[in-house]
């Protein structure tokens, strides 16, 4: 924003934004670059990487034997392998919705589970430092299963019971290295839940 008579208003941080456009857009990101003016007075240039709001769901299961989890494993083309998280997404259709009927949604497309039970534990950004990008992380409980309706960029989705302690173990020893997944698990586990 510039006032004319004032110059530029700098923001909360004492940064002022110069001028700003959209350098790449597709349905699911929005990349932006800004020319700023940094709290120190120097010029410089802010790639900033804007995305819809996500969910990241850590189902638990209450067994006789203890509790498990739901993991899935998804290839993920960016680093070029397949990786241990849990189920997450977002709706860019419906950017709007409330996140705990996105969380119940992602939950059942990705795993076909259904919670009676869904406990906000809270927000979290991915990337503060080049993405808008925010989630909720919630836990689901009360499961029954039911099928997947997995979207087409979702079919190698494949879903793994563990017991808790391994999801743990996996956690320790860099065999789950996402860390939207192990930033909700220890959101919840932070809360007593588990």
Known sequence: MTDSSSG????????????????YENPWTRVREDIIIRPNGRKGLYGVVERGDFVVILPVWEEAQGRSVTLIRQYRYPIGQRMWELPMGMWENRPDAPAEDVARGELREETGLRAETMRDAGLMYQGAGYTTQKGRAY????????????????????CHKVPLE???????DGRITCMVTIAAFGLIRARGWI
């Open 8 to 23: 530029p208003t700098p923001d909360a941080g004492g940064f002022v934004t110069v001028s700003s456009r959209l350098a």
């Open 139 to 158: 836990l689901a409980t009360g499961l029954t299963q039911g099928p997947t309706e997995r979207e087409d960029t979702e079919e190698d989705i494949t």
């Open 166 to 172: 391994e999801m743990e173990a996996m956690i320790r």
